[in-house]
T-cell receptor
Framework: GNSVTQMEGPVTLSEEAFLTINCTYT??????LFWYVQYPGEGLQLLLKATKADDKGSNKGFEATYRKETTSFHLEKGSVQVSDSAVYFC????????????FGAGTRLFVKA | EPEVTQTPSHQVTQMGQEVILRCVPI?????FYWYRQILGQKVEFLVS????????KSEIFDDQFSVERPDGSNFTLKIRSTKLEDSAMYFC?????????FGPGTRLTVL
């Protein structure tokens, strides 16, 4: 079945450091790919998405490129802020039985001032 | 911007009791979902609902769970006889087809 694997956390960075969170997927067909963010005590917010190969999703300085050849969708940000501290979930849209979303395990990011 | 809303934000119940978690999806969305996140763990799919019926459910969604869309706006998840292991954050989501928009969640605590 379809699945998502992302790097384990926690990831601890200093402010203004470069961030990469790795994500790979297994899927039949060509799923849509997403990054969701969960701030402490809050729900899941869509951060960015990409719907086909080579698409780049971007939002709030975060970027991820849909790489079909490596089945990856790594999240990057050039300069993190303390306010970016959250849990980041890589996810794919599974269209086989409907449109459900399959999540990776989540990566907790701590950014220190 | 329209949002998915959920009530209550926190529900505490005794083991064996029934609970109903409520959601108001974004109007004009066609697909509705419930997900569960046990503390510190991954977000797990429970059930999807389309055209007034369940379109898919996971193995977690056993006979103690049911969903309803009692009117044109609400979407509910009922847990018939709660167990300690049902303690989790429950997220409702709605979608026009591609992207799911999630509510803020209901934290269920079973004592």
């Amino acid at each position: 079945g379809n699945s998502v694997t992302q790097m384990e956390g926690p990831v601890t960075l200093s402010e203004e450091a470069f961030l990469t969170i790795n994500c790979t997927y297994t899927a039949t067909g060509y799923p849509s790919l997403f990054w969701y963010v969960q701030y402490p005590g809050e729900g899941l917010q869509l951060l960015l998405k990409a719907t086909k190969a080579d698409d780049k999703g971007s939002n709030k300085g975060f970027e991820a490129t849909y790489r079909k050849e490596t089945t990856s969708f790594h999240l990057e940000k050039g300069s993190v802020q303390v306010s970016d501290s959250a849990v980041y979930f890589c996810a794919l849209g599974d269209h086989t039985g409907g449109f459900k979303t399959i999540f990776g395990a989540g990566t907790r990011l701590f950014v220190k001032a | 911007e329209p949002e998915v809303t959920q009530t209550p934000s926190h529900q505490v119940t005794q083991m064996g009791q029934e609970v109903i978690l409520r959601c108001v999806p974004i109007s004009n969305h066609l697909y509705f979902y419930w997900y569960r996140q046990i503390l510190g763990q991954k977000v797990e799919f429970l059930v999807s609902f389309y055209n007034n019926e369940i379109s898919e459910k996971s193995e977690i969604f056993d006979d103690q769970f049911s969903v309803e869309r009692p009117d044109g706006s609400n979407f509910t998840l009922k847990i018939r006889s709660t167990k300690l292991e049902d303690s989790a954050m429950y997220f409702c989501a709605s979608s026009p087809g591609l992207v799911a928009f999630f509510g803020p969640g209901t934290r269920l605590t079973v004592l």
